[in-house]
C-alpha cells in the first residue's frame, strides 16, 4: 500500500484564488510528521510547511495552511491567494516515528499552474 | 554559500561505469539522505544515515551504496551503473529537533 498518495496530478488555479492540494498517508504510528514541499522548474525541493501529528492545531505559513484531518488520515495543502510564482510541483511526504528519524516517504506530487 | 551541496550537478555515464555522487552540508546536521526522482513517482528514498556509524537502507538500496566519511560528507555509489538508475539524485539533511529536510540542488545522472 502506498504511503503517501496525492490523487491530482494536476491542477489549475486562477490567480488571487485559494487552490487546495490533496493528500492522504497510511501508517500505524502514533507518532509522525506531515510536510509539504514545492519544488519549481528549477528543480530544487522547498519546504512549506509541516504537521506533527499531536498538533491539535492545523499548521500555518503565511499563505499556506495545512489542512490536517487525523480521523481521515488526509494533510490537504491549502494556498490562499495563488500567485503565479506559486506554479510549481508540490509533494506531500511522511516521516514515521518521532524523533526516530524513521524513513521518509512522499507521494507523487501534484503539478499545480496559476492561470493569470 | 549554499547549505547543502552535491556534486557532480550533471553526469553522463555508461552502463557498467562505476559512480560516486556526493553530498556535502555545513547545517552540523546529523540525519542524512539520499533520495531518487523519476517522473511521476515522487521521491524514493534509498539510504540514509543518522551519524557517522549508522547506515540504513531505504526503500529501493539495490544497485546502491553509501559512505558517510564525515558528519557533514554523506556519498552514493552505483557500482555498475545501468540506465534505469538514469534520474535526479536529491541529498538531505534533518536535525533530530527540526524535522524539516533540507535538500541539496539535485544531481542529473544519465546513464546510457
Known amino acids: 500500500a502506498q504511503k503517501i498518495t496525492q490523487t491530482q496530478p494536476g491542477m489549475f488555479v486562477q490567480e488571487k484564488e485559494a487552490v487546495t492540494l490533496d493528500c492522504t498517508y497510511d501508517?500505524?504510528?502514533?507518532?509522525?510528521?506531515l510536510f509539504w514541499y514545492k519544488q519549481p522548474s528549477s528543480g530544487e525541493m522547498i519546504f512549506l510547511i509541516y504537521q506533527g501529528s499531536y498538533d491539535e492545531q492545523n499548521a500555518t505559513e503565511g499563505r499556506y495552511s495545512l489542512n490536517f484531518q487525523k480521523a481521515r488520515k488526509s494533510a490537504n495543502l491549502v494556498i490562499s491567494a495563488s500567485q503565479l510564482g506559486d506554479s510549481a510541483m508540490y509533494f506531500c511526504?511522511?516521516?514515521?516515528?518521532?524523533?526516530?528519524?524513521?524513513?521518509?516517504?512522499f507521494g507523487t506530487g501534484t503539478s499545480l499552474t496559476v492561470i493569470p | 554559500d549554499a547549505d547543502v551541496t552535491q556534486t557532480p550537478r550533471n553526469r553522463i555515464t555508461k552502463t557498467g561505469k562505476r559512480i560516486m555522487l556526493e553530498c556535502s552540508q555545513t547545517?552540523?546536521?546529523?540525519?542524512m539522505y539520499w533520495y531518487r526522482q523519476d517522473p511521476g513517482l515522487g521521491l524514493r528514498l534509498i539510504y540514509y544515515?543518522?551519524?557517522?556509524?549508522?547506515?540504513n537502507k531505504g526503500e529501493i538500496s539495490d544497485g546502491y551504496s553509501v559512505s558517510r566519511q564525515a558528519q557533514a560528507k554523506f556519498s552514493l555509489s552505483l557500482e555498475s551503473a545501468i540506465p534505469n538508475q538514469t534520474a535526479l539524485y536529491f541529498c538531505?539533511?534533518?536535525?533530530?529537533?527540526?524535522?524539516?529536510?533540507?535538500f541539496g540542488p539535485g544531481t542529473r545522472l544519465t546513464v546510457l
Open positions: 547545517k552540523g546536521h546529523d540525519r
Open positions: 538531505a539533511t534533518s536535525d533530530l529537533k527540526d524535522d524539516e529536510q533540507f
Open positions: 544515515s543518522f551519524d557517522v556509524k549508522d547506515i
Open positions: 511526504a511522511m516521516r514515521e516515528g518521532l524523533y526516530t528519524g524513521n524513513q521518509f516517504y
Open positions: 501508517t500505524s504510528d502514533q507518532s509522525y510528521g
